[in-house]
């Protein structure tokens, strides 16, 4: 008995021995698990790695890893290097990248792997049953990955890309209709018998008769060694229902470019800029005139001369071998006209065209039709033909190329952004759905979508069996749709109750209950017997930013209050290529961007109404003030999708 009791005695002082020296082992794993993770998120703000991107290659990603190892490091671990996290030695510590799908990379990689250094853990009663030492080991992975705004913030409407910066109005009652040699769908021929192919002189009849169209210039196609970066032209040839103002167009140096190959085009000036202006964008008129591409649209406000912000020009142009002309187009306060530069650049395509070229999205007929649609119809086909002789008679309209995506702001019809058609969970239709995702948001969540290396950039997403690569329309109320379908016509009515009186349970987006007026000296604005939020953004301004700072480069979250966030002005929009909010087809998002709904501006404070033009019941004019999202906080609690350089801030998160 006492020989049995001795055993049994030896073993429990064994197992207990074991259970102290095992939950030793246990503590020190946390703390290393701790390490790791500090780790991983801390130095994962430089992701994604990028071999050519000094502070973001492995060997700083490297040396931050190891700052923050050795900062929390654990008893029993040795100092952690940068090299030695990139030796490839498990034992002392690693960092290795990979891709989101956990393969391995080498270069643009968005996760990483670290490894803590081993933390040697000595046994003390334990080494009685012959195990003396453990080491521990733990492991974190992180992700960066791209925020997007919450669907509650988004509210139903969309904008160009042009108009994705400064002042943007909506107009919900028909507004200022432009002529149709201004607006930018595609424009049926004139049924007058007898048309003239091709660019020979000769009167052409044109889609609308137009007494500014006066010619001048060399209109040919052809390629030349040495551009000149300037060329003198009367501009109505081009497009003949636009007049010509007395601004002009200039570059530091020519513009030419490889067929099929992309450009970006910098340090673009317009000058001589009237006192009225709104906006301008630079236009290229393909080298016979039949198609025009928008680009670069800027808000100009007091800015004269305009400093053309940089933008990228791609196969939508390079594609079509020749002399493209380049424009400046502004447009006009108040009653928008258009006036087109007293001269043009003229962007030279070197080369053979491709072939075969790239199609849009398909069509129904090729029968080009009256209809006010902007999908894609039969335009004469871009050629760099040899000789072109000057002619002072009038030319057709150009339709906008229907692969020239980045779209001014210049020209919209009526307004610079259109209403959503967004489903809902609830199934509601018509003027209530539209109310409902004004007053709370849209109840499911949109992605960007994102175009492949090498696909043809469209506006359009396509429908029935022609969708392009990737297209989830936004034809159903769940997450992960990123094609959205506009709608032509902006309800007054029903905008009234989504921003004041409500609808069903919810009050109205702008009543205070959803937000008070923080803004000083601002009381709330009162709508019957509505009390609505009535701040500015300017209130919100931080370390001497201005609003028109949160629409130039160089916007960080320093420049809001973080508190900007809980106004319920601040709404989120998708950003598509679209150039008018008459299009009503599924269209990619882009991006999303904030806007603040308010009539405040970079010139002028923001009047009675404060952007929501009220008539009774209806609201007729609403307007947003678009800023940079780097000004906001980045929430870390945001719904992400796959990292997207082009959606600004990032997010680092833990996921292994």
């Given at each position: 008995m006492a020989v049995m009791i001795a055993v049994m005695a030896v073993v429990l002082f064994g197992v207990s021995a074991l259970a102290v020296d095992l939950g030793n082992a246990w503590s020190r794993g946390r703390a290393v698990q701790k390490q790791a993770d500090v780790t991983a998120t801390s130095a994962g703000w430089r992701l994604p790695m990028r071999v050519s991107v000094p502070e973001a290659a492995p060997a700083a990603i490297a040396a931050d890893a190891a700052r923050y190892l050795n900062a929390n490091r654990a008893p029993g671990q040795p100092v952690a290097t940068g090299s030695a996290l990139l030796d490839g030695q498990r034992a002392n510590g690693e960092v290795s990248f990979e891709h989101a799908d956990g393969t391995a990379c080498t270069d643009v990689c968005v996760q990483m792997e670290v490894v803590a250094?081993?933390?040697?853990?000595?046994?003390?009663?334990?080494?009685?049953?012959?195990?003396?030492?453990?080491?521990?080991?733990?492991?974190?992975?992180?992700?960066?990955?791209?925020?997007?705004?919450?669907?509650?913030?988004?509210?139903?409407?969309?904008?160009?890309?042009?108009?994705?910066?400064?002042?943007?109005?909506?107009?919900?009652?028909?507004?200022?209709?432009?002529?149709?040699?201004?607006?930018?769908?595609?424009?049926?021929?004139?049924?007058?018998?007898?048309?003239?192919?091709?660019?020979?002189?000769?009167?052409?009849?044109?889609?609308?008769?137009?007494?500014?169209?006066?010619?001048?210039?060399?209109?040919?196609?052809?390629?030349?060694?040495?551009?000149?970066?300037?060329?003198?032209?009367?501009?109505?040839?081009?497009?003949?229902?636009?007049?010509?103002?007395s601004h002009r167009i200039t570059s530091p140096r020519a513009l030419s470019v490889t067929v099929g190959q992309q450009l970006s085009v910098s340090q673009l000036q317009v000058d001589s800029i009237p006192s009225n202006t709104d906006r301008a964008s630079i236009r290229f008129y393909s080298p016979d005139g039949s198609t025009y591409v928008d680009y670069a649209a800027q808000d100009?406000?007091?800015?004269?001369?305009?400093?053309?912000?940089?933008?990228?020009?791609?196969?939508?142009?390079?594609?079509?071998?020749?002399?493209?002309?380049?424009y400046a187009l502004i447009q006009a306060k108040g009653n928008a006209r258009l006036e087109i530069s007293a001269n043009h650049l003229d962007y030279v395509v070197v080369g053979p065209s491709p072939s075969p070229t790239p199609g849009p999205t398909p069509t129904a007929s090729p029968s080009p039709s009256p209809s006010a649609g902007p999908s894609p119809t039969q335009t004469a086909s871009p050629t760099a033909t040899p000789t072109t002789t000057p002619t002072a008679t009038p030319t057709p309209e150009p339709a906008p190329s229907p692969t020239g995506v980045p779209v001014g702001c210049v020209g919209q019809d009526r307004g610079n952004f259109g209403q959503l058609d967004s489903p809902r969970r609830d199934g509601l239709t018509g003027q209530r759905r539209l109310a409902a995702n004004i007053a709370g948001g849209l109840d499911h969540q949109l992605v960007p979508y994102s175009f492949a290396v090498g696909q043809t950039v469209t506006k359009e997403c396509g429908s029935g069996s022609s969708w392009i690569s990737g297209a989830v329309p936004d034809d159903q109320p769940l997450d992960g749709r990123n094609c959205i379908l506009g709608d032509t016509g902006n309800d007054g009515p029903a905008l009234y109750d989504g921003f004041v009186s409500g609808t069903g349970s919810r009050p109205g987006r702008l009543d205070v209950r959803n937000g008070a007026t923080t803004c000083p000296g601002r009381g709330d604005l009162v709508v019957g017997s509505v009390r609505l939020n009535n701040d500015v953004l300017s209130c919100f301004l931080r370390n001497g930013a201005t609003l028109d700072s949160l629409t130039r480069t160089g916007?960080?979250?320093?420049?809001?209050?973080?508190?900007?966030?809980?106004?319920?002005?601040?709404?989120?929009?998708?950003?598509?290529?679209?150039?008018?909010?008459?299009?009503?087809?599924?269209?990619?998002?882009?991006?999303?961007?904030?806007?603040?709904?308010?009539?405040?501006?970079?010139?002028?404070?923001?009047?009675?109404?404060?952007?929501?033009?009220?008539?009774?019941?209806?609201?007729?004019?609403?307007?947003?003030?678009?800023?940079?999202?780097?000004?906001?906080p980045v929430d870390a609690q945001a719904p992400t999708v796959a990292y997207d350089a082009d959606l600004g801030p990032s997010i680092v998160r833990l996921v292994g």
């Open positions: 250094p081993a933390a040697h853990v000595e046994f003390g009663l334990a080494g009685v049953l012959g195990r003396t030492a453990v080491d521990v080991q733990r492991v974190a992975t992180v992700r960066v990955v791209s925020p997007l705004p919450s669907p509650a913030d988004m509210v139903p409407f969309w904008l160009p890309d042009g108009c994705a910066l400064g002042p943007a109005a909506a107009d919900t009652t028909g507004g200022n209709s432009l002529a149709a040699t201004t607006t930018t769908t595609t424009v049926a021929p004139s049924p007058t018998p007898s048309p003239t192919p091709g660019p020979t002189p000769g009167p052409t009849p044109g889609p609308t008769s137009s007494p500014t169209a006066t010619a001048s210039g060399s209109g040919g196609p052809a390629a030349t060694a040495s551009p000149s970066p300037t060329t003198t032209t009367a501009t109505a040839v081009a497009s003949p229902g636009i007049p010509v103002g100009v406000g007091k800015t004269n001369p305009l400093v053309v912000p940089t933008f990228t020009v791609g196969g939508e142009v390079s594609a079509t071998p020749g002399t493209w002309r380049v916007v960080s979250a320093t420049m809001l209050a973080p508190e900007v966030v809980d106004s319920p002005r601040l709404v989120w929009l998708p950003v598509v290529y679209a150039t008018d909010r008459a299009q009503k087809r599924f269209q990619p998002i882009l991006d999303f961007v904030p806007g603040f709904l308010t009539d405040e501006t970079q010139s002028s404070a923001a009047s009675a109404s404060n952007g929501l033009a009220i008539n009774g019941n209806s609201v007729k004019a609403l307007q947003v003030f678009v800023f940079d999202k780097a000004a906001l």
